[in-house]
């Protein structure tokens, strides 16, 4: 038996600064908490008690919080995560025993139940208040897209968790009913059609979520679920809805001032300076540091200018192999050579270019996405002003493309694909492709469009191909010391913490652990 651990939940109000000390993450209700009395007065309490939902975005264990997207490609072969503090990633990546508590599978369960604890608390209370009936609908739609949000995440990793809607007391147990997603599934889109039913039709541009938002996501689950039909009608649905589009910059849509008001970006983490999210600066953590690196096997996927793999095409040069390329290989990733004017702007000290195996390179390559080329040699007093996207119109389209095909064939998915395949001026995909090879052409364009965004993982598992393309994964090609990447069919559904099947001898653990 495992001895629980103690941890904070901040499970109330950003703005009044509540905080309540709790055990373990089903157990929600704050042992101290303001009364309905003393709190639930104003509109602006309920304002507050909605910034501290979204807060449990940044939540999950520094310096790299669960949320930030990168840390989860380092569970596959697009990146590698290097240092010691990042070992939450490494003990469910690399070859080894199979951790059932700490790391991200104690800090995802608890974050995302911490989180649904305060939505909870809110939509138990906001009916309290006396407000226009207009907002109340949008605070509660608001409420209801974060709740089915964090659910999703739960559901995705550990299976039929234990679902509550309601407040819980200290005593609360309930067991689970099976491992399937089914039941926290069927919850996860009645709150899905709350939010799109409630919140308003516009775009994108305070972090609050509107309705395209919650039709994206929907969409999103439903395709993860294989209902192709209904998931490819709603992402039509934010495509006519005519009020997010491609950004003329892919790059721009990663850092400051691109982000600000951009029309591709749906949902996102707000970062206000002066502080920087996630705690230490991006450009720091992803730039000087090189705490998470690309993989060769990721860059050999961008195809050459001419839309054919480098294999085929007369444009590769082995001796320049990095010349004639997709072009979002050089906005993604910075490859042996690149200097200031590709925006490698001293990192690692007086460097003045990047140099593979060098100082902390591990892979041969360094991440670009998502670094401020206008930071040179950032440090621990360097602001990162990066808000970090979560979901935005490209992938919209990709998944619109894939669910189009899955149901009914590519005749529909062309549009989509060569769409994004455009704004950085690749080829249109070539006529006569079968549903086969239309599927392998969207996973190719998710994997280059999406690198290094946190969706390799999810969908190497939904697709059922993760242990064949991750167990015995070498990082780095010919390196024979380096742990291999380790993957099998159980890691489908992580373990229920030890911690909660000792809380609660009810639970059912999931298969193989």
């Avoid at 964090?150 to 689970?176: C, H, M, W």
């Avoid at 689950?221 to 009020?243: C, E, I, P, R, T």
């Avoid at 982000?259 to 749906?266: D, R």
């Avoid at 050089?330 to 460097?351: A, C, E, L």
Wanted: charged share 20%; aromatic share 12%.
């Amino acid at each position: 038996m495992k001895t629980p651990k103690r941890f904070i939940i901040v499970v109330a109000l950003l703005l009044t600064g509540l905080q309540a000390c709790r055990e373990n993450a089903l157990e929600v209700a704050p042992l101290e908490q303001l009364s309905s009395a003393s709190f639930w007065k104003t509109e602006a309490d309920v304002q507050s008690a909605l910034a501290a939902n979204y807060s449990f975005l940044k939540s999950g264990g520094a310096p790299v919080s669960l949320y930030w997207p990168t840390g989860w490609d380092a569970l596959t072969d697009d990146a590698y995560a290097q240092y010691p503090w990042d070992a939450e990633i490494t003990s469910i990546s690399l070859n080894g025993p199979t951790p059932t508590t700490g790391g991200y599978v104690y800090n995802m369960y608890a974050t995302s139940y911490r989180a649904i604890a305060s939505i909870n608390n809110l939509l138990a209370n906001i009916s309290k208040v006396s407000m226009d009936e207009t907002n109340r609908k949008k605070y509660m739609a608001e409420a209801s897209f974060l709740r089915a949000y964090f659910y999703f995440q739960l559901a995705q990793l550990y299976g039929n968790v234990v679902y509550i809607t309601e407040p819980a007391t200290d005593s609360f147990k309930q067991p689970r009913t099976s491992n399937t997603k089914d039941e926290v599934l069927t919850g996860i889109n009645k709150d899905l059609d709350v939010a799109i039913a409630s919140l308003p039709d516009a775009a994108y541009s305070d972090g609050h979520a509107v309705k395209g938002t919650a039709q994206a996501f929907k969409a999103r689950v439903l395709l993860y679920q294989k209902q192709y039909a209904a998931s490819a009608a709603l992402s039509k649905a934010v495509v006519d809805g005519g009020k997010f589009k491609l950004s003329t910059s892919y790059s721009e849509v990663f850092y400051k001032p691109g982000q600000n008001n951009n029309p591709e970006i749906l949902f996102s983490v707000k970062n206000l300076p002066p502080n920087s999210y996630p705690g230490i600066g991006i450009d720091l953590q992803l730039g000087s540091w090189e705490s998470f690196q690309p993989t060769a096997d990721l860059v050999s996927e961008y195809e050459s200018k001419d839309g054919l793999p480098t294999a085929s095409s007369p444009l590769y040069n082995p001796a320049a192999p990095y010349e004639n390329r997709d072009p979002r290989l050089r906005m993604s990733i910075f490859v042996p050579g690149d200097g200031p004017s590709q925006g490698w702007n001293k990192y690692n000290g007086t460097q003045q270019t990047f140099q593979p195996f060098t100082n902390s390179n591990t892979t041969g390559f360094a991440i670009r996405k998502m670094l401020d080329p206008t930071i040179s040699d950032p440090g621990y007093s360097t602001v990162s002003s990066q808000d970090l996207v979560l979901m935005r119109y490209a992938e919209v389209l990709l998944n619109y493309a894939e669910a189009e095909n899955e149901a009914s064939g590519p005749a529909n998915a062309y549009a989509a694909v060569n769409q994004v395949r455009a704004r950085v001026g690749m080829p249109a995909l070539p006529t006569g492709l079968t549903q086969a090879t239309m599927r392998d052409r969207i996973r190719h364009e998710r994997r280059v469009e999406l690198a290094l965004e946190g969706f390799r993982y999810f969908d190497l598992r939904r697709w059922g191909i993760a242990t064949q393309e991750l167990n015995g994964f070498t990082v780095v090609p010919g390196n024979t010391t380096m742990k291999k990447k380790y993957y099998e069919s159980r890691f489908d559904l992580w373990p229920i913490p030890q911690t909660e099947i000792d809380r609660n001898p009810g639970q059912k653990q999931n298969p193989g652990y």
